[in-house]
């Protein structure tokens, strides 16, 4: 079993649609979790830490939870510009070296 | 701030070639990570440091060398290139922090070739 998995879709969804992004993970220690945005060939970059008590951010809002090791993502209104691939990220339990474990990504497309 | 910066951005090997990659933070990060990237494979780690003089072996270390001689740059080596090694490879960085690890932050890349 991978440790973070994700559906890698691809999601295709009319603009101002609702798209909500499930992933699960297999560490019960993991302690921090976020989800990155990566453009094609480009770098990952943060989009949301995903808290306890789950995040809003405009658009976007992530879960956490614990109980069934599952990690959420919705964003509502879809523009566009949301078209990308989202990469669930959670650490390796709680050691003091930083590392994260990747999913390999959901790829949604936006189509006018 | 530049971040994370990677040299070069696109390489062209022949096999059994050398050659090195070169990540630099201007972040004051502790830590630092090489990652590659395959269609289908997601990132995967090959090479960590959490600090300066130290390295650890990821999850494909094989093939591969590193260094972190100051906190700022951390280097990734290819002794002998292997096609298998075609890649996107990328750098990273982050800091510690009491309660988990923290986000890392991703320079732009490296599209490596081996022929």
């Known amino acids: 079993r991978k440790e973070v998995e994700q559906d890698p879709g691809p999601f295709n969804v009319p603009e101002g649609a609702t798209v909500a992004f499930n992933c699960t993970y297999s560490?019960?220690?993991?302690?921090?979790f976020f989800w990155y945005r990566q453009d094609c060939r480009k770098e990952p970059k943060l989009l949301m830490s995903v808290y306890s008590s789950g995040n809003e951010d405009g658009r976007f809002t992530a879960q956490l939870n614990r109980a069934s090791q599952y990690i959420s993502l919705l964003i509502r209104d879809s523009k566009l510009s949301d078209s990308a691939t989202y990469l669930c990220v959670s650490s390796i339990g709680s050691g003091n070296t930083g590392k994260l474990i990747f999913g390999q990504g959901t790829t949604l497309q936006v189509k006018p | 701030n530049a971040g994370v910066t990677q040299t070069p951005k696109f390489r062209v090997l022949k096999t059994g070639q050398s050659m090195t990659l070169l990540c630099a933070q201007d972040?004051?990060?502790?830590?630092m990570y090489w990652y590659r990237q395959d269609p289908g494979m997601g990132l995967r780690l090959i090479h960590y440091?959490?600090?300066?003089?130290?390295?650890a072996k990821g999850e494909v270390p094989d093939g591969y060398n590193v260094s972190r001689l100051k906190k700022q740059n951390f280097l990734l080596g290819l002794e002998s290139a292997a096609p298998s090694q075609t890649s996107v490879y990328f750098c990273?960085?982050?800091?510690?922090?009491?309660?988990?690890?923290?986000?890392?932050?991703f320079g732009p890349g490296t599209r490596l070739t081996v022929t």
């Open positions: 972040m004051n990060h502790e830590y």
């Open positions: 440091s959490v600090g300066e003089g130290t390295t």
């Open positions: 560490n019960s220690a993991s302690q921090s």
């Open positions: 990273a960085s982050s800091y510690p922090r009491a309660g988990g690890p923290t986000e890392q932050y």
